[in-house]
C-alpha cells in the first residue's frame, strides 16, 4: 500500500488530513506536468485541469476538517503517503497527446479509488469508514469522468505532438 498508516487507527481527523494529502500531491505533480510539457499543448492544458481539479478537492477537504476540528496540529504527514492517486512521476512526455494524457488520469484516478476500497477493509472506526466510502466513490466519479472525456477524444487526440526537427528531417530539409 502506498501509506504508512494503520487505516485501523485512524479518526476521522487523521483521515480527513490523509486525503488532503494525498489530492495536494496529485495537484503538485501534475502541476509539475504541467512545468514540464508547458499548458501550450493540449495533454499540458489537461494536466492543468487536473491540477485545479485536485487542488479543488484538496481545499474542500480541508475546509471540512477544519470545520470539524480547527487548528488541531495533524498527525498524518505528507511522508505516510505515497503516490496514492499522484500520477507517476515519469509517465510524461513533452510530446505526449492528450489522449495519453488522460490515460495517465484515468490511471491515477483508479489506482486511488483501488486505495481506498482496499483500506476499507481495515477500517474499523463507523465515522472513518463512512468517509472513506465517499473517497472511494467520488474516486469512482472520477474516472468515469475521464473515461468520458476519453470517449469523446477525436481520432486526431492520439497523435503525439511532432519535434519540427523530425518533421524536418523525414521531409529532407
Known amino acids: 500500500m502506498p501509506a504508512r498508516l494503520d487505516?485501523?487507527?485512524?479518526?476521522?481527523?487523521?483521515?480527513?488530513?490523509?486525503?488532503?494529502?494525498?489530492?495536494?500531491?496529485a495537484f503538485k505533480r501534475y502541476n509539475l506536468f504541467v512545468e514540464q510539457i508547458g499548458s501550450s499543448t493540449d495533454a499540458g492544458a489537461f494536466f492543468q485541469s487536473m491540477a485545479g481539479n485536485e487542488k479543488k478537492h484538496a481545499d474542500e477537504l480541508a475546509e471540512r476538517r477544519h470545520a470539524l476540528f480547527g487548528d488541531a496540529p495533524a498527525s498524518v504527514k505528507l511522508d505516510d503517503i505515497f503516490d496514492v492517486e499522484a500520477p507517476d512521476v515519469g509517465s510524461t512526455r513533452w510530446n505526449m497527446s492528450v489522449f495519453n494524457a488522460c490515460q495517465v488520469a484515468l490511471y491515477s484516478e483508479k489506482k486511488a479509488f483501488e486505495f481506498y476500497d482496499r483500506a476499507l477493509?481495515?477500517?474499523?472506526?463507523?465515522?472513518?469508514?463512512?468517509?472513506?466510502?465517499?473517497?472511494?466513490?467520488?474516486?469512482?466519479?472520477?474516472?468515469?469522468?475521464?473515461?468520458?472525456?476519453?470517449?469523446?477524444?477525436?481520432?486526431?487526440?492520439?497523435?503525439?505532438?511532432?519535434?519540427?526537427d523530425d518533421t524536418e528531417s523525414r521531409m529532407g530539409f
Open 7 to 25: 487505516f485501523s487507527q485512524l479518526t476521522l481527523m487523521d483521515t480527513l488530513d490523509m486525503a488532503t494529502l494525498i489530492e495536494v500531491e
Open 121 to 164: 477493509r481495515s477500517v474499523k472506526q463507523p465515522d472513518v469508514k463512512a468517509l472513506f466510502e465517499e473517497l472511494r466513490d467520488e474516486e469512482a466519479e472520477h474516472v468515469r469522468m475521464v473515461e468520458e472525456i476519453i470517449a469523446k477524444l477525436p481520432p486526431s487526440a492520439k497523435v503525439d505532438v511532432e519535434d519540427e
